[in-house]
Nanobody, 115 residues
Framework: QVQLVESGGGLVQPGGSLRLSCAVS????????MSWYRQAPGKQLELVAR???????TYADSVKGRFAISRDNTKNTIALQMNGLKPEDTAVYYC?????????WGQGTQVTVSS
């Protein structure tokens, strides 16, 4: 089992920055892939960024050049640095971990971009 706890969401003005963090615990050695997803009101769940065990990263076109996913193996955390935030980035952001057998989700953290 893997447990994920997100933090760092909040209200920010357009153009501002936020850093989300996902604390990972449990059978960490079994994780192959970690991702950040988001879901805006009335919209489908959307992949934002992912990072593999070898630290290869992938981003949605809508966030390329503005967001960066990273991992800190000493602290067992995954971070999502979000710069140049836009109102359309407003959503609940979820941390996701995938093993060979299961997928695990955090509870989500709200990000609101508004003036």
């Amino acid at each position: 089992q893997v447990q994920l706890v997100e933090s760092g969401g909040g209200l920010v003005q357009p153009g501002g920055s936020l850093r989300l963090s996902c604390a990972v615990s449990g059978t960490i050695f079994s994780i192959n892939l970690m991702s950040w997803y988001r879901q805006a009101p009335g919209k489908q769940l959307e992949l934002v960024a992912r990072i593999t065990r070898s630290s290869t990263t992938t981003y949605a076109d809508s966030v390329k050049g503005r967001f960066a996913i990273s991992r800190d193996n000493t602290k067992n955390t995954i971070a999502l640095q979000m710069n140049g935030l836009k109102p359309e980035d407003t959503a609940v952001y979820y941390c996701n971990a995938v093993t060979t057998r299961d997928a695990f989700w955090g509870q989500g953290t709200q990000v609101t971009v508004s003036s």
